[in-house]
T-cell receptor, first 117, second 114 residues
């Protein structure tokens, strides 16, 4: 049973460029959340996708956007990269039923380490 | 607003001694709380969760945590530390704001010496 998989594992970009990160959820999960973890900090919620729609987003600018595909996989896109976007980007999946999801722990991938130079 | 506070940024123990990682939460309703562990260059792994059932929660790798409503605490403990326990530990509160959103503490780095 495959867990959450993310690609690529590492990425180096230049300021102003655009980047796309990919995530496949755990089998049986239909909801994908994205988190940004800056060095030495806890993860911060970016947004969540369910039924191919953004369900909610955290305090991140519009440069951060995403997409969810019919097979529940997801992409995170960041435009006009800034040095401050350097971080570990974590994808997490969970079942989408709201009655169960409150208590259901998220399953995290190993993340994509993005370095902006 | 709901949040968690991890009281120690670093905790150092010797192998074989007890571990205590402290966490206090703030929530206007009965929260769901989790502890996650993150090993270097890895994602987050769930250690245990509290969801208003038993207040003493047992997790993986010998860890457990006790929910104390009167103290708004959810401290993580382990009777005997192992070298492999060295990692970053996050206390997390789950919010139901139409969907599940996790709010992470700032983390506690556990150092285990031989």
């Amino acid at each position: 049973d495959a867990g959450v998989t993310q690609s690529p594992t590492h990425l180096i970009k230049t300021r102003g460029q655009q980047v796309t990160l990919r995530c496949s959820p755990k089998s049986g999960h239909d909801t994908v959340s994205w988190y940004q973890q800056a060095l030495g900090q806890g993860p911060q919620f970016i947004f969540q996708y369910y039924e191919e729609e953004e369900r909610q987003r955290g305090n991140f600018p519009d440069r951060f956007s995403g997409h969810q595909f019919p097979n529940y996989s997801s992409e995170l896109n960041v435009n006009a990269l800034l040095l401050g976007d350097s971080a570990l980007y974590l994808c997490a999946s969970s079942p989408g039923d709201r009655r169960s999801s409150y208590n259901s722990p998220l399953h995290f991938g190993n993340g994509t380490r993005l370095t902006v130079t | 607003a709901q949040s968690v506070t991890q009281l120690d940024s670093h905790v150092s123990v010797s192998e074989g001694t007890p571990v205590l990682l402290r966490c206090n939460y703030s929530s206007s309703y009965s929260p769901s709380l989790f502890w996650y562990v993150q090993h270097p260059n890895k994602g987050l792994q769930l250690l245990l969760k509290y969801t208003s059932a038993a207040t003493l929660v047992k997790g993986i790798n010998g860890f457990e945590a006790e929910f104390k409503k009167s103290e708004t605490s959810f401290h993580l403990t382990k009777p005997s530390a192992h070298m492999s326990d060295a990692a970053e530990y996050f206390c997390v509160v789950s919010l139901l704001v139409g969907f599940q959103k996790l709010v992470f503490g700032t983390g506690t780095r556990l150092l285990v010496s031989p």
